[in-house]
């Protein structure tokens, strides 16, 4: 009887500690919620164009959708397009191309904002978060807790996460990513740079990735065509405003410095990838790597 009283208590005692345990696992719950799934981008509204920005036409897909670019097209001169117009709504695999000293805005379903500049090439993926960047120029803006968005282009890949970038892509190849806020990153091929807010990366075929390069950006942003010439607002103004005080203050106090040379690093508007890229190319011409080491030789050896 003494062993059976004892064995009862202990299964009491048991099933106080595990209800115990199930309510403070209750609790946990309550206050940690799962987090929900970042929703996709289904479709988005044209909000804005200038000048000669078309559409390509609804049509069964021509060829396969895999790979980097989701278009049904691959040869964007064989997708029948029409001009595109504010209220247009477009579906994922459809692209949207801009011409000489033309751009366009976009508005996606969970509030993103794409901006296009002149001579783009542009599409997304169907249900995803993935944006294609054939050639051109975007400026996009992903709100914080959306999940961010990955922008792939022929070459390099550039990752967001609630953060606004301008991302520039020639037809070289070469790569240009900007960081206004948040934090994003540059990848290619195994490769990948880490921006944060006013620093600039550059990829260039043959050269790989260059390290994140500090720039001016209280003068981009002063001066953006991109920033300044659209009508309605990108909705990350003040969180780049507020990385434009951080940067101020560091370079006041000089614990920062703008690393960027004259030629186009330190002072890069939205036009001007080309002359960013090519004093990235005259950077390394001027500085080769160094010859590699005698087999079997090196420090230590």
Known sequence: MLFSYYGEESNCKRMKRETLSLAMAGVFLAAFPLMAAPELLRNAKVTEIRHD??????????????????????????????????????????????????????????????????????????????????????????????????????????????????????????????????????????????????????????????????????????TSTMLKSFKGPLGSEQLIQDAIDAQQKLLTSGKLTITGDGQGLHYVTDSGAESAIEAQRNQHDSNPPPAPLPQGGGPGK
Do not use: W
């Not at 595109?84 to 695999?93: E, H, K, P, S």
């Not at 914080?144 to 990752?159: I, L």
């Not at 900007?178 to 994003?184: P, V, Y």
């Open 53 to 222: 920005v078309r559409l390509q036409e609804e049509s069964p897909a021509a060829g396969p959708t895999a790979g980097p670019d989701p278009s049904p097209y691959r040869d964007p001169t064989k997708a029948p397009t029409r001009p595109a117009a504010v209220g247009d709504l477009i579906r994922g695999g459809r692209l949207l191309t801009t011409g000489k000293e033309s751009r366009a805005e976009l508005r996606f379903n969970d509030n993103t904002i794409a901006r296009l500049g002149a001579n783009s090439i542009f599409t997304f993926r169907p249900d995803s978060r993935n944006v294609h960047l054939s050639s051109g120029f975007i400026l996009l803006h992903t709100p914080k807790g959306n999940g961010g968005a990955t922008v792939t282009s022929p070459t390099a890949t550039a990752a967001v996460l609630g953060t606004t970038i301008m991302f520039s892509v020639l037809q070289d190849g070469s790569v240009k990513l900007i960081d206004l806020e948040g934090t994003s990153m540059l990848s290619f091929q195994g490769q990948t740079e880490t921006l944060q807010p006013g620093q600039l990366c550059i990829y260039t075929p043959g050269q790989g990735i260059s390290p994140p390069t500090t720039i001016d950006l209280k003068r981009l942003v002063g």
